[in-house]
């Protein structure tokens, strides 16, 4: 995938389970309408999710810690939902892994043996006020955290100062 391409997040949201294909980057600076896409399907009852990272080039913590937010929001349901992880490169995985993702959500590097058909609607970038970016990048992180004790040394200082962006003055 050429590094020029736009980024874009394409879901096919009345399939089952939903499907989420990542075209290019995924970082705090263009996640936030998944982080919306995904509340609203849990609003709706959804609770299967697969994301496709074949074309996926880079993520960021922001992104990573959205995904699991998702996966704790499906654990609490019952019966509870599940997310799937599919088709990472090296480097994703070595990500995935690293911030204890793989713990609570399916992954797999390999090519996925299932076919959904291709993801048809393009989520469109979503302006938000600087206050509400910084309180779903201070909730991505602090759902690190929940997963994996170890990743509070990792990202301590960007939750203290995102709590401080947020606080009420």
């Known amino acids: 995938m050429s590094l020029n ?13 939903i499907v989420i294909k990542i075209n290019g980057r995924a970082s705090y600076l263009n996640c936030a309408p998944v982080s919306d896409f995904f509340a609203r399907m849990i609003e709706n009852g959804k609770k299967s999710f697969v994301i496709d990272f ?49 713990r609570i959500i399916n992954v797999g590097s390999e090519e996925f043996p299932m076919v959904f058909g291709n993801p048809d609607e393009k989520l469109n970038p979503v302006k938000r006020k600087e206050i509400d970016n910084a309180k779903m990048i201070l909730k991505a992180h602090e759902n690190l955290v929940e997963i994996e ?5 990792k990202f301590q200082d960007v939750i203290d100062f995102l709590k401080n962006q947020v606080k009420p003055e």
Not at 149 to 153: G, I, R
């Open 149 to 153: 004790d170890t990743n509070k040394s």
């Open 54 to 102: 074949q074309e996926c080039q880079t993520m960021d913590s922001t992104f990573l810690g959205i995904i699991a937010g998702l996966a704790l929001d499906l654990r609490k349901m019952q019966p509870p939902g599940s997310v799937s992880l599919c088709r990472l490169s090296k480097r994703n995985l070595e990500l995935v892994r690293n911030l204890g993702l793989h």
């Open 5 to 17: 391409k736009e980024s874009a997040f394409l879901v096919k949201a009345y399939a089952e389970p």
